[in-house]
């Protein structure tokens, strides 16, 4: 393999690929960039086996052919070359970087054993718009569990809806649910519902950031995969059941309370000081939050609402609830109440897109 | 094929392929049967059959890394220390549930199943109850009866026996080029264990301690008790020479990593690694060191009560001593043999629970002295 092209770029391609290389992972293999140059580009690839980057960048290929190294120290390198062209080759034993200045010799590893990473072909099923995809993932990736126990909901379903021909990105840790459904173009008739770590979607998100490239998104050979520009990140899935989510949601038909989003955060963090757990007064045209830790201290504090429906006092875990006063992405917020022994629902105001759903605690 | 490279077992392995061609494979597996019999290799083998496109044709990529440990879809938990912890446990429940990287199906073997701690066992039950769909579970254990029999009722239980001794000497005569008479000493020495089999022919020292523990067996007769404390002291070198050899591999195995195709950080991770498999390994060379001193130290008596009753020459195990078995049948009582031989037992046991050798070797000899001339 002989390729050259400009520092800039190849440095941009293996700082990129760098990101799918995980620290704690356990074969060697693993700690490699793979590097193919072939037919006018070169092409970067990293996995930890849960998620793997594949990269390609323009480039002027003499020589086709494909190598592993080390991704820190072909990063680190190429961090550090000065501007201008920069020719890497690979010969037995040794990767070689020629830049103006110098020539630096990488031990390579072998490639054949490195896993096989899905490299995408035909048409996507389905394109989002980077940014409403990377805030989908924001809204509802909180919801998400980290508990091993039940892998199931470490995952976050994304589900084709027929009827608004969208996906739905749902996640749940038992406590707390969040859904979001999300405009696509094109057709989510080939989509298969799946569950994707959520891990590998906050990934996504950080990749696609600061672009407003589409993410295009496709199923292959039983991964799930999305291209954002010159860049492919394909996850593994999640097997089981995900939660029937749709029974859990609440009717709301008791109590409504509409209030300014910004003025509930900042009670609700002010609350939080005092207490795990918020009692959530609702009243005819005010909200009473209160808080306490037996002898360290205790909270109150009132907040104008429009309410309508029945007066109740539901205990919240403050943390979830903040989470899911966070994610509204309205100015105003609308929370709707069945029961103080019902989860109770948080959504968008005058708006059906995003919903999250919150268990009630126990109040002493 | 590579299982046509598997040494004896011929319907275990039958009956294991048929499965993987027709598509029965079981999610769980215990395989059971002596250590060193080759349970290992026909789990690996098991597994590339599976994930191979030609059912294991031992040539190609697949095939090379799944034997190799590399291939990301097979996983081999063994024992960290005593144990295998329950983090690993829990970390593979939850590979599990993913999709498999490359093929279409994911193994899991794990390498002394027994070695569990109840919540090991208990998290390792939970997926087995419930296991997802394309994954396959096999569970090796020399010790079945450790494993818990909630465990072991979710688990296709494939039970190896012994090699047959004629199939295993003709194999390593074959493999290993050497004598017939030789081969023959080997697999009687060893109870027709292949794994054990194959590294006496590789380590020649092995035999050689044979012939220094039966000599200094017979020079019990007239030992000091300085003599039987130094006799232990040798001994016990000739356990330690290789541990230090599998140290100096370790080491070895350390500067490979350090041929800087990896970055620092890799290499200190997996060197930490490396120590502490050291650390594992040395523990468990020890011990077989010991078991096999003792064992050569019973199958010696043993030969010596056969000959004294008048048994079959061709029962003899170390049939290559039988001038000196006849002197020893000559003077030593029926009943000192028997002694000798439930005292090494307990000197075996001791081993197993980790007493320390030269204290365990010292003992043994002291008490064979009494037993047999006192
Ligand atoms: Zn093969």
């Not at chain 1, 909901?153 to 589900?159: C, K, Q, V, W, Y």
């Amino acid at each position: 393999m002989i390729v050259s092209c400009d520092r800039e770029k190849l440095n941009s391609l293996v700082q990129t690929a760098l990101r799918g290389v995980s620290s704690r992972v356990t074969m060697p293999i693993l700690s490699g960039l793979l590097i193919n140059a072939e037919s006018g580009e070169l092409v970067a690839s990293s996995t930890d086996l849960e998620m793997s980057i594949r990269t390609r960048v323009e480039a002027s290929v003499k020589e086709s052919g494909s190598t592993v190294v080390s991704g820190k120290l072909l990063g680190d390198i190429m961090k550090s070359l000065p501007p201008g062209e920069v020719t890497v080759e690979s010969g037995e034993k040794y990767l070689v970087v020629r830049s103006t200045g110098g020539e630096y010799r990488i031990k390579e590893l072998m490639p054949e054993d490195f896993p096989q990473i899905p490299v995408w072909s035909g048409d996507a099923s389905f394109k989002v718009q980077g940014g409403s995809f990377i805030s989908a993932i924001h809204q509802t990736s909180r919801a998400s569990s980290s508990d091993e126990k039940r892998p199931v909901l470490t995952g976050s379903l994304i589900e084709k809806n027929l009827e608004s021909s969208g996906v739905r990105m749902v996640a749940t840790d038992s406590y707390r649910l969040a859904w979001k459904d999300v405009e696509v173009s094109g057709s989510v008739a080939e989509w298969e519902d799946c569950i994707i770590p959520t891990k590998t979607l906050n990934e996504v998100a950080r990749l696609a950031g600061g672009s407003d490239a589409d993410v295009e998104t496709k199923m292959q050979d039983k991964q799930a995969m999305f291209r954002i520009g010159t860049m492919v990140v394909t996850s593994r899935l999640i097997e089981g059941q995900f939660p029937n989510y749709k029974q859990l949601i609440p009717k709301g038909e008791k109590t409504t309370v509409v209030l300014a989003k910004e003025d509930l955060v900042a009670v609700v963090r002010r609350a939080m000081i005092f207490g795990h757990n918020i009692r959530f007064g609702v009243y005819s045209d005010h909200l009473r939050l209160t808080t306490e830790t037996p002898e360290v201290g205790d909270s109150k504090e009132e907040i104008a609402a429009e309410v309508s429906g029945e007066e109740m006092e539901i205990g919240f875990n403050a943390g979830y609830l903040l989470d899911g006063v966070l994610a509204v992405d309205t100015e105003k917020i609308e929370m709707r109440f069945d029961d103080p022994q019902k989860p109770a629902l948080i959504k968008d105001f005058e708006s059906e897109e995003f919903k999250y759903i919150i268990m009630p605690v126990r109040l002493r | 094929m590579l299982w046509d490279n598997v040494v004896g077992h011929s319907a275990v392995c039958l009956s294991l392929k048929n499965s993987v061609e027709q598509d029965r494979v079981h999610h769980a597996y215990l395989f059971t049967g002596p250590s060193g019999v080759g349970k290992f290799i026909v789990a690996r083998t098991l597994a590339a059959s599976m994930l191979c496109p030609e059912g294991g044709c031992g040539e190609c990529n697949v095939c090379r890394r799944v034997m190799q440990e590399k291939h990301p879809d097979v996983r081999v938990i063994r024992p960290a220390g005593k144990n295998i912890p329950v983090e690993t446990v829990r970390e593979v429940r939850m590979d599990a549930f993913m999709k498999p990287s490359e093929g279409a199906r994911k193994v899991y073997i794990f390498k002394g199943a027994e070695r569990m701690w109840e919540e090991g066992a208990s998290t390792l039950l939970k997926v087995l109850e419930e296991p997802p769909g394309d994954v396959v579970f096999i569970l090796v254990t020399a010790n079945p009866a450790g494993v818990l029999p909630t465990i072991r009722s979710r688990c296709q239980e494939v039970s190896f026996a012994n090699v047959p001794l004629e199939q295993l000497k003709t194999y390593i005569m074959e493999r290993k080029g050497i004598s017939e008479e030789r081969a023959d000493l080997v697999v009687r020495l060893t109870g027709g264990v292949l794994g054990r089999a194959l590294d006496w022919c590789d380590e020649q020292w092995r035999l050689a301690r044979r012939d220094n523990v039966i000599k200094a067996a017979r020079a019990l007769k007239r030992a000091e008790l300085n003599d039987v404390l130094q006799m232990a002291s040798e001994l016990y070198r000739e356990v330690r020479a290789p541990v230090e050899e599998l140290s100096a591999t370790y080491q070895q195995r350390k500067r490979d990593l350090e041929d800087g195709s990896l970055d620092a950080g890799v290499v200190r991770r997996l060197s930490k690694d490396l120590d502490e498999a050291l650390s594992r390994e040395r523990v468990k060379e020890e011990t077989r060191g010991v078991e096999e001193i003792m064992t050569t130290l019973s199958w010696w008596y043993r030969d010596i009560l056969v000959m004294k009753e008048g048994g079959d020459p061709g029962l003899l195990v170390n049939r290559d001593l039988t001038g000196e078995i006849e002197e020893e049948a000559e003077v030593i009582p029926t009943r000192r043999l028997l002694d000798s031989i439930d005292l090494l037992a307990g000197g075996i046991l001791a081993a197993e629970r980790n007493v320390p050798v030269q204290l365990n070797l010292e003992s043994t000899l002291l008490g064979l002295q009494e037993a047999l001339y006192a």
